[in-house]
């Protein structure tokens, strides 16, 4: 199941970037007050935040996509613009990382599903419409 393979590798992600964080921040508390390093690693680890942030929002997408395809349903329908907007973001996330590693495989598997997912609703919209 390509999802689950997604899954494991985005918590694979999530998990070494966590691990990463935790190291850059006992660094950052050593280091001087206000010193150029302590800034220097200091921006690192608001950088790692947020990659750690994204990681997280693809892991709630695969599951949610999981979610949407055990039970044959759309938890809830939503707006086009919205997971266009999500698939750019994905996108740029996996543009971000190096091919093959899990974060690049988590994120391509989220472009993958949230492509899907936007011709689906684009498809459902022009139905209703």
């Known amino acids: 199941m390509p999802d689950a393979e997604a899954l ?16 850059l921040e006992r660094t950052k508390r050593a280091l001087e007050p206000g010193s150029a390093a302590q800034l220097r690693v200091s921006r690192r680890v608001e950088a790692l935040a947020r990659k750690v942030l994204n990681t997280a929002g693809q892991q709630t997408d695969i599951v949610e996509g999981i979610a949407e395809t055990e039970d044959g349903s759309s938890q809830a329908s939503r707006e086009p613009q919205v997971i266009l907007a999500q698939w750019r973001e994905a996108e740029r996330a996996m543009e971000a990382e190096t091919p093959g590693t899990p974060p690049w495989e988590a994120a391509h598997a989220a472009v993958d599903r949230l492509r899907a997912e936007y011709r689906r609703a684009f498809t459902e919209r022009g139905q209703r419409g």
């Not at 590798?9 to 190291?23: F, G, K, N, R």
């Open 8 to 23: 494991r590798h985005t918590s694979d992600a999530l998990l070494s970037q966590l691990t990463e964080l935790e190291d």
